[in-house]
């Protein structure tokens, strides 16, 4: 089918996902379009791929409303281009958060030890008004031990 009215409109192929629950209800519905070929060999593993495609983008989305970053709050108000710097900022902190928590040991275990939350960001910026470490790691690390210190 034609993905738009128009004469040069790509041809695309389109496909749904219903998954019921043994009582036959509906737990999950979905569909898909796709450029490749949808043959009876094909359909369950796109139907994986575009499935796993949803939860990815699903979790990215559920994490910057519900977690720190509070997409969902910031964006309703002010003018277009503010919106659009936070929205930036608000990205480029989940990408730092990100490639921190995966690369950097001791930013993991500070926060494992304190939890992923806004919390973990302020108890960080309070900790860093009143307390000078001599660098970064020196800081994770302090973070860390401390939340592992039995009280």
Not at 15 to 26: C, D, M, P, Q, T
Not at 66 to 81: A, C, D, R
Not at 129 to 140: E, G, M
Request: proline fraction near 2%; aromatic fraction near 14%; charged fraction near 15%.
């Amino acid at each position: 089918m034609p993905l738009r009215g128009t004469e040069d409109s790509i041809i695309v192929n389109w496909f749904s996902v219903e998954i019921l629950n043994a009582s036959g209800k509906r737990t999950y519905y979905n569909s898909f379009v796709t450029d490749l070929a949808i043959t009876s060999a094909t359909v369950a593993e796109f139907a994986a791929c575009g499935r796993a495609r949803w939860k990815i983008e699903n979790g990215t989305f559920n994490v910057l409303k519900n977690n720190e970053y509070n997409l969902e709050h910031n964006f309703g108000h002010g003018k277009k281009t503010l919106s659009n710097v936070l929205v930036t900022l608000n990205l480029l902190a989940f990408g730092f958060h990100t490639a921190a928590y995966l690369g950097i040991i001791a930013w993991r275990a500070a926060a494992i030890a304190r939890g992923l939350t806004y919390r973990f960001f302020e108890h960080l910026r309070t900790i860093t008004t009143f307390v000078v470490f001599k660098d970064w790691t020196h800081l994770l690390q302090s973070i860390a031990e401390v939340a592992l210190r039995p009280p």
